[in-house]
Structure formats: C-alpha cells, structure tokens
C-alpha cells in the first residue's frame, strides 16, 4: 500500500505550518468570492498565534506558496 500523506522537508516545515494556520484568512473579491491572496497583517497574526516567526526567505516561500495555490483554488471555485 503506498503512503499517499504528504511529505514535507524539515526545512520547509515551519512555512508549512504557518501556511496551513491561514487557511480561513484568504481575502476574497467579487460576487463569486474569487481568491485573491493572504493579506500580510493576517501572516503576522499567524506567526504570533502559532509561535512561529518566519525568516525573510521563510516568508517568501509562503508567498510562493500562495501564488501556487491562487490559481487552483479559484480554478476549483469556478468548477463549481
């Protein structure tokens, strides 16, 4: 049986973590609510409430993050 969890590098765990805690936070726009990106104060609301404080290029793969999955989300909110 393959393990279909994901794997996460221990490098990238705490990007990950703090990625996840901001899953309710996404602003949204328009009448169909389109995903239009995290806003930097509820990142740092994130860190402080989950502990975690992101180094600069912590910071920046969350933002990488968050242009990867931009496009899926929306994608899968017009496949509604």
């Given at each position: 049986e393959q393990d279909e969890r994901l794997k996460v590098l221990a490098c990238n765990w705490n990007t990950v973590r703090v990625f996840l805690?901001?899953?309710?936070?996404?602003?949204?726009?328009?009448?169909?609510?389109?995903?239009?990106?995290?806003?930097?104060?509820?990142?740092?609301?994130a860190q402080r409430l989950t502990g975690i404080t992101l180094t600069p290029e912590e910071f920046e793969d969350l933002r990488l993050m968050e242009a990867v999955a931009k496009p899926l989300l929306n994608d899968a909110l017009r496949a509604k």
């Open positions: 805690a901001l899953r309710s936070d996404w602003k949204r726009i328009g009448m169909v609510g389109v995903f239009d990106g995290i806003p930097t104060p509820a990142i740092e609301s």
